[in-house]
């Protein structure tokens, strides 16, 4: 017997200024633990004017794929997002989330790969932002146990993780201090614990961007996966959160600072799943 699981949402989160507001998930849908197909879909979303999205759909599905006479239990998670608009500070033509897992009779742990999620047309204060994106280490390592095997490894396999976990991309000088917001200051400590670790954390927060150019504004923190805007807040992209058995990804979650403040994720999805009885 096999648990399915996969769910997928493409907006959902709180404003907490200027007036507070709970934005419920959008489009946003789950699978059943037998397996099968769900799927959501809204259009001409718009919350007063601050949040508003053309169209966003989003799928999952699950069932069993015959390959050489074995039988594996897939998984795939969709979230597409199409003209969004936050706060006329974080503009995207369209934002794709892609996970698609693997779990074959005798693995302990699906695989569960990236591989599709990216962006289009994205503007983050008045700027074309080019977002360079390597799906390789997760593709390459699809299963935690495979993170921890190279994190042990010490050398080029655990440096390259390590080159992957938010907050790496933070210089030193630019290391948050007390009067941070406290997601910055987390985001910097998750990291150094994880520096001074011999073993990986059961939960890895993770990016799949490398890189964003087209940002040259000086007022701005330009780290890689992470961009911090003056008076208008952090910029998150292309997180993966990786632990056994399952994965996520928010290509966007955004901690806005004054005067605006809530935290809102855009494009998310999640994929695990396990046998029954367990291997």
Request: charged share 20%.
């Amino acid at each position: 017997m096999y648990l399915y699981h996969a769910d997928a949402l493409a907006l959902g989160g709180t404003l907490i200024r200027p007036v507070p507001q709970v934005i419920d998930s959008k489009a946003a849908c789950s699978l059943p633990t037998t397996g099968g197909t769900a799927t959501a879909r809204v259009e001409k979303f718009s919350l007063n004017g601050l949040v508003s999205f053309d169209m966003a759909q989003s799928d999952v599905a699950g069932g069993i794929e015959t390959k050489s006479g074995t039988e594996f239990n897939v998984t795939r998670v969709s979230t597409v997002i199409e003209g969004l608009n936050i706060l006329n500070m974080v503009m995207a033509d369209r934002i794709v989330v892609r996970l698609a897992a693997e779990h074959g009779p005798n693995d302990p742990e699906p695989k569960i790969i990236t591989t599709g999620c990216h962006y289009d047309g994205l503007r983050i204060a008045g700027h074309a932002a080019v977002v360079k994106t390597d799906h390789n280490l997760f593709s390459d390592l699809p299963t935690y146990s495979k993170w921890q095997a190279d994190w042990k490894a010490g050398g080029a396999p655990h440096a390259r993780i390590l080159n992957s976990v938010l907050g790496s991309t933070i210089p030193k000088p630019d290391a948050p201090v007390a009067t941070a917001p406290q997601h910055l200051r987390d985001i910097y400590k998750g990291y150094e614990d994880l520096v001074a670790s011999p073993d990986l954390k059961p939960t890895v927060l993770s990016s799949f961007v490398t890189k964003v150019d087209g940002i040259d504004g000086t007022e701005i923190k330009n780290w890689g996966p992470i961009i911090v805007v003056p008076q208008f807040g952090t910029i998150y992209l292309g997180e993966a959160v990786v632990s056994s058995g399952q994965r996520r990804v928010n290509m966007l979650r955004l901690e806005l600072g004054s005067p605006d403040g809530g935290t809102l994720i855009a494009g998310s999805g999640g994929s695990n799943g396990t046998t029954f009885p367990p291997v």
